[in-house]
């Protein structure tokens, strides 16, 4: 005892003496902070763990301790995923993967968690190649825990791609190693079995997992894994006994948060076989926890589920408030709602537009007090905002509505949203109450006829084949208020459009014997204050374009009128063909003031923003790239973009979302307006359209966009040769249309 307490002492001293040298301490500090980071991480505080890493880095750096430096920005880097600030995560993490350093666990996990980043933000292909890499240098290091986590997200990467038989091939090996994650490769195995309706192998392996996690003692990884099994498996095994026992697991380790999700997961089963009672019991409890711990993340869940819950016992007004709480908590959320959870990962398309979709469903009934309406319409714009932040991977967007007649007196606003049995319309007109009517139709009904609208508008088809799908969504669109849009003396619609609703132009809708642009300016907005209405210092415009073949596509002879008539017209800047680089591009963007900027080059709007670019002579501009060289201008008189127009692209074949490019690229590129195709037209057609817009656009009259947009279709509408919608109608106004 005595020899006991006197090498303890000689252990106090020691460390007393080592901390009077600078480096130790720097040393001791550095690793002090680095593991408060790591428990803030765990306790589900990203922000405050960023902050210690930041720290941590900088006392690492103080000792020159480079190994430190490293490990301290991979920390950063997960908490920034954590946040939603994937963009600023990659970027860091494209610098760790490049720094010159040896192999070794620290190298592996870098590349690790530069792959999952890369699939968080759409990028397959860099994906998989990341976590090939960090493979790679786990097997050369020989870290078995590293390999299986290399093999477990390069499963995770052909899941994503919907590659089901590539994914199991990866995670079954991944369970051949010894490591943390094998009952998370089991579990991911389970997944991909279902979607391969192989039910017996799932079942066996659903067995293997009760019995060994029933086995293992009780601690916050191993509870969390039980809850997402009885997810899973709720047809094979006595889910809600797993859960129950999780619960008292969770009590005894004072774990709140893991208690919040087994209730609530609990809560859902009974959901299932409407015991509707027990299920909003346990909900609640799920919810209360949930806001002790103010985690949006998980309240939002419990909400949604009460408010369905609530809607299924015919409680329409208790669920009315769950689902606005839902709204409200989604909204308060600042990281990327597409991967909110870093346990469970969901889809945008199934967590999240499905509360906004059913909220609205709730408040439209056939007598709609006026509040309901407005309350539906912020819905509409808050699904609208929450998408494209889903689509930029960040949580980037904030805007509020507007009043129509701080905007335009003149103007009308249309909001359609697709319902699972209907099609619903409020219109919002100038000092006026909203109104709303309703088409019953099936959703597939409705998705049928815009696909058949859209393939409609190929330069082949024949009025017979045309005209009626056009007529039949005027009929839902604009016939139920024509009365309403001409007693208000309307001249512009501005349409907020849902869903596949983005792919089709509004200006080729039909009443039988006029298009609706013969009488009617259109424009299209995700919101009313998305875009800001700057006054342009001049009217000064940069034009590029591409006429001649590049990168296997095909010459747009006609890019050459159109950049010469446009120059004749306006003070320009011109960069055609080879001297359209992406780097004299952005140079010359960066030295000039112009309030237009007018690209004719190929292009592609998709609902991936990594698909989503335009084409120089020399590589692409990508969304991210775009944003940069349009807002990073370094002039001391700045001058806003009024107008951004890009007179070639188009939105990618096969995608029916692809259109939420085109309204990403008019938000991400900071102009006031946007004017783009939603397919690539008639090179001669393309040209035409242009002329007369800018002949428009730039007359004594001063007209507004969407008016000149309007004059230049009527015009070709006009022309015989160009009669057909497909000619004229593709061409879309985003933004500010004033």
């Not at 991909?192 to 997992?209: G, S, W």
């Not at 009885?230 to 006595?238: D, F, G, P």
């Not at 597409?338 to 509360?355: G, H, L, M, N, Y």
């Not at 656009?697 to 001063?702: G, M, R, V």
Request: hydrophobic content about 40%; proline content about 4%; glycine content about 4%.
């Amino acid at each position: 005892m005595k020899k006991q307490y006197v090498l303890i002492l000689c252990l106090s001293c020691f460390l007393a003496l080592m901390l009077q040298y600078p480096g130790f301490a720097q040393l001791a500090t550095a690793q002090s902070l680095n593991e408060t980071g790591r428990q803030q991480f765990e306790q589900g505080q990203p922000e405050l763990a960023l902050e210690s890493w930041q720290k941590a880095e900088q006392a690492y750096r103080d000792r020159k301790d480079q190994t430190g430096i490293l490990g301290s920005q991979l920390n950063q880097a997960k908490a920034l995923e954590a946040l939603g600030f994937y963009r600023r995560a990659q970027q860091l993490l494209e610098r760790l993967t490049s720094t010159q350093q040896p192999d070794s666990t620290l190298k592996a996990n870098q590349f690790l968690t530069f792959g999952k980043n890369l699939r968080l933000i759409g990028d397959f292909a860099g994906s998989q190649q990341a976590l090939k890499k960090s493979l790679e240098i786990a097997q050369k290091v020989q870290a078995n825990s590293d390999i299986q986590a290399a093999l477990l997200q390069l499963g995770n990467t052909a899941i994503a791609q919907q590659q089901f038989e590539p994914a199991l091939n990866l995670l079954q090996q991944a369970t051949t190693y010894e490591g943390d994650l094998q009952h998370a490769a089991q579990l991911q195995q389970v997944r991909v079995l279902q979607k391969l309706d192989r039910a017996t192998e799932a079942a066996t392996i659903i067995q293997t997992l009760q019995t060994q996690l029933t086995a293992l003692p009780a601690t916050q990884q191993t509870l969390y894994e039980k809850i997402e099994l009885a997810s899973i498996a709720s047809e094979t095994l006595n889910s809600a006994q797993l859960l129950a026992a999780t619960i008292q697991d969770a009590r005894q380790l004072k774990n709140k948060r893991v208690e919040s999700y087994a209730l609530g997961t609990l809560a859902h089963l009974y959901e299932q076989s409407k015991q509707w009672s027990e299920a909003a019991q346990l909900t609640e409890q799920a919810l209360r926890l949930a806001k002790q711990l103010n985690i949006p993340e998980i309240a939002y869940q419990w909400q949604w589920q009460l408010g369905r819950i609530l809607k299924a016992q015919g409680k329409v007004q208790p669920a009315e408030i769950a689902y606005a709480d839902a709204i409200d908590s989604l909204k308060t959320l600042r990281r990327d709602i597409a991967a909110i959870d870093q346990s469970i990962q969901f889809s945008f398309r199934e967590q999240i537009e499905p509360v906004y979709r059913e909220f609205v469903d709730l408040l439209l009934v056939e007598q709609t007090p006026p509040e309901n309406l407005r309350k539906a319409r912020q819905a509409i714009e808050s699904l609208q905002l929450a998408e494209l932040n889903n689509f930029f991977r960040e949580a980037c967007l904030n805007a509020s509505t507007q009043p129509i007649e701080s905007i335009d007196s003149t103007a009308a606003v249309i909001y359609p949203i697709i319902l699972p049995n209907r099609l619903e319309i409020i219109i919002s007109l100038p000092n006026q109450p909203l109104k709303h009517f309703a088409t019953m139709r099936s959703q597939s009904e409705i998705e049928d006829i815009i696909f058949k609208m859209r393939q409609s508008l190929r330069p082949t088809s024949f009025d017979q084949e045309r005209l009626p799908l056009a007529q039949t969504l005027y009929s839902w669109l604009i016939q139920p208020t024509q009365a309403d849009l001409e007693k208000a003396q309307i001249k512009t619609i501005a349409f907020v459009l849902d869903g596949s609703l983005r792919n089709i132009p509004m200006a080729a809708l039909h009443n039988g014997q006029r298009y609706l642009i013969e009488d009617y300016r259109i424009a299209v907005t995700p919101s009313l204050q998305l875009f800001a209405s700057p006054e342009p210092k001049n009217t000064q415009a940069l034009i590029a374009g591409l006429s001649k073949p590049v990168q296997d596509e095909d010459a747009l002879p006609g890019v050459q009128q159109e950049v010469e008539q446009i120059r004749s017209m306006l003070p320009s800047k011109v960069l055609l063909n080879e001297t359209f680089t992406t780097r004299s591009f952005k140079t010359t963007t960066e030295d000039s003031p112009f309030s237009i900027v007018h690209l004719a080059t190929h292009g592609q709007f998709s609902s991936n923003p990594d698909d989503t670019f335009l084409l120089t002579w020399d590589g692409r501009i990508n969304l991210e790239e775009l944003r940069t060289i349009l807002n990073n201008r370094e002039l001391e008189q700045s001058t806003s973009i009024d107008l951004l127009i890009l007179s070639a692209c188009q939105t990618a074949q096969g995608d029916r979302r692809s259109a939420i490019g085109l309204a990403g690229v008019a938000v991400r590129s900071g102009a006031s307006s946007t004017l783009a195709s939603l397919w690539t037209v008639n090179d001669t057609s393309t040209t035409s359209f242009m002329i007369e817009f800018y002949k428009s656009f730039l007359s004594t009259e001063k007209p507004s966009k969407a008016e000149a947009v309007r004059q230049a279709q009527l015009k070709l509408l006009q022309r015989a040769e160009f009669r057909h919608p497909y000619y004229w109608a593709s061409f879309v106004l985003v933004g500010r249309w004033i």
